[in-house]
């Protein structure tokens, strides 16, 4: 059974930058069979795709992110990370990391997500 | 950026019910459309992937439908556990997500 598990700093101030890392277990990330993304979704509000990465590096971003972000992979814990730059309050949101094997498949399996709140 | 439109954004409905949510690219995504349902506190689960495969597990009361740019999303028969949220998402170009649609209960 594949599980992913979020951990970081809940709280984070204005200007600085969030960091997670996402911890996967029943699977390995260095596979190479999918990408292993991230996902936020702000407080009664619908979710929001933040990018992804695959085994080789390779990344794909939101644009509307793409300036802020950051995701790498550590293959030798079997993690992958998000750094977000400047956090405002908006960026305030349960985020999550997930599996997505790509193409025409979804994203099958979640974290259970961690809320990150930007206050000072 | 490929814009993913849900509706109704909210339906109230009954148990028994056959429900149908509908979801419009901004442009064609061929097959690329998966939906996801979500219930309060937690994560998204797949339901349907490539506009209309069932995922593993996932009841045969649903069914998915479309290609290109409409795509719908049907409960044949309302369950108690089927009120949550629902979300489509293109996989087609960088992945973007519908603004959901809440099932309540009538």
């Known amino acids: 059974q594949v599980q992913l598990q979020e951990s970081g700093p809940g709280l984070v101030k204005p200007s600085q930058t969030l960091s997670l890392t996402c911890t996967v277990s029943?699977?390995?990330?260095?596979?190479?069979?999918?990408?292993w993304s991230w996902i936020r979704q702000p407080a009664g509000k619908g979710l929001e795709w933040i990018g992804r990465?695959?085994?080789?590096?390779?990344?794909n971003y939101n644009p509307s992110l793409k300036s802020r972000v950051t995701i790498s992979v550590d293959t030798s814990k079997n993690q992958f990370s998000l750094k977000l730059s400047s956090v405002t309050a908006a960026d305030t949101a349960v985020y999550y990391c997930?599996?997505?094997?790509?193409?025409?498949?979804?994203?099958?399996?979640w974290g259970q997500g961690t809320l990150v709140t930007v206050s000072s | 950026d490929i814009q993913m439109t849900q509706s109704p954004s909210s339906l109230s409905a009954s148990v028994g019910d056959r429900v149908t949510i509908t979801c419009r690219a901004s442009?064609?995504?061929?097959?690329?459309l998966n939906w996801y349902q979500q219930k309060p506190g937690k994560a998204p689960e797949l339901l349907i992937y490539?506009?209309?495969t069932l995922q593993s597990g996932v009841p045969s009361r649903f069914s998915g439908s479309g290609s290109g740019t409409a795509f719908t999303l049907t409960i044949s028969s309302l369950q108690p556990e089927d009120f949550a949220t629902y979300y489509c998402?293109?996989?087609?170009?960088?992945?973007?997500f519908g603004q959901g649609t809440r099932l309540e209960i009538k």
């Open positions: 997930a599996r997505d094997p790509g193409y025409t498949n979804g994203i099958d399996y």
């Open positions: 029943g699977d390995s990330i260095s596979s190479g069979s999918s990408y």
């Open positions: 490539a506009a209309s």
């Open positions: 442009q064609s995504i061929s097959s690329y």
């Open positions: 990465i695959y085994t080789n590096g390779n990344t």
């Open positions: 998402q293109q996989t087609y170009s960088t992945l973007t």
